[in-house]
């Protein structure tokens, strides 16, 4: 997830600490319980771009 506003990136992962991770390169995770919730989140938060999850196995293939 991105904004363009490092601001309110930071108050959302502020008010959602529980839910919150960091993938491998350190980006912030958002983890939901369901594409309801997700979709929830993303209308509240028209702000954050909540992106699709990275796949890191593609990199791993040789």
Not at 16 to 24: C, E, G, V, W
């Amino acid at each position: 997830m991105v904004a363009d506003d490092a601001a309110t990136l930071d108050k959302f992962m502020n008010k959602n600490r529980s839910a919150m991770a960091a993938d491998l390169d350190g980006s912030p995770v958002f983890m939901v319980t369901s594409g309801f919730m997700l979709n929830y989140e993303k209308d509240r938060n028209p702000d954050i771009r909540f992106t699709d999850v990275k796949d890191y196995q593609k990199d791993m293939v040789a």
